[in-house]
């Protein structure tokens, strides 16, 4: 094992746990954080490096307990991966306050209350930050008013910790999904909603909790120690398609 550790929030299933296991692949010990105690248990049973911690990123003291019990345990903190969120659709007219602030309190508060209670032990490793928003906090589309609007937030606050930190030998950067194959995403979506993804994906599928992970450790890795205050899609080329029409695509 290597002395690194890593920090990853929402790490009970998806990208958090893909992410997880590609950095223990790597000799990287992690603290996985969930607020789902049962999911945490069954995601880190038989992994070895690991430390469960079942708390909840939109509480202050959560975030503070988070960073406390990763240092009690490992010594370090080199990596924080605010991966941890939750995706509330509807019209805007149906979006009540209670249903801005569930979103807004995990995605975007989430992310700031971790990373600010990081700092201390980041600084001290001149660690890094990555941040998952979304394809939806780049481009606006319908049913989203406050998941896009908090994963804008993300990336805008990404920017933030870049210029703040970086004098301080942090790096911070963010990841941003497209579809991805998860099983919560293939529960939902219609066999029309795939189709419709596909035909505005220029690769013409759904991406892998996998492919979203190596982007992420890739990030938070040596090998970008000249990258900072950037966002990556991780979108099979969505992001660049634009309107997209399908009438204007060559058959």
Request: aromatic share 6%; with cysteine.
């Amino acid at each position: 094992m290597s002395e690194r550790v890593a920090i990853v929030t929402g790490a009970a299933r998806g990208i958090g746990l893909a992410t997880t296991r590609l950095f223990l692949e790597e000799g990287v010990r992690v603290a996985m954080v969930d607020r789902d105690a049962p999911a945490l248990r069954e995601a880190a049973a038989g992994l070895d490096g690991v430390l469960a911690l079942e708390r909840d990123v939109s509480r202050p003291e959560d975030a503070v307990a988070i960073i406390a019990e990763t240092v009690a345990a490992f010594g370090r903190i080199d990596h924080l991966v605010n991966n941890a969120g939750v995706a509330d659709f509807g019209p805007i007219e149906e979006t009540d306050f209670a249903r801005w602030r569930r979103v807004m309190e995990t995605n975007l508060d989430g992310v700031f209350l971790c990373s600010q209670a990081a700092f201390p032990a980041l600084r001290k490793t001149r660690g890094t930050i990555v941040n998952i928003a979304s394809i939806s906090g780049l481009r606006a589309s319908t049913l989203r008013v406050a998941y896009g609007t908090s994963k804008a937030g993300v990336i805008h606050l990404t920017q933030q910790q870049a210029v703040e930190l970086g004098e301080y030998g942090i790096r911070a950067n963010c990841v941003a999904p497209g579809p991805v194959r998860t099983k919560l995403a293939m529960a939902v979506h219609s066999p029309e909603i795939i189709a419709a993804y596909h035909d505005a994906l220029p690769l013409n599928r759904y991406g892998s909790e996998e492919e979203i992970a190596r982007a992420i450790v890739f990030l938070s890795s040596d090998k970008a120690s000249f990258v900072t205050g950037q966002t990556l899609s991780v979108d099979g080329g969505f992001e660049a398609t634009g309107i997209g029409l399908p009438a204007l695509r060559p058959d």
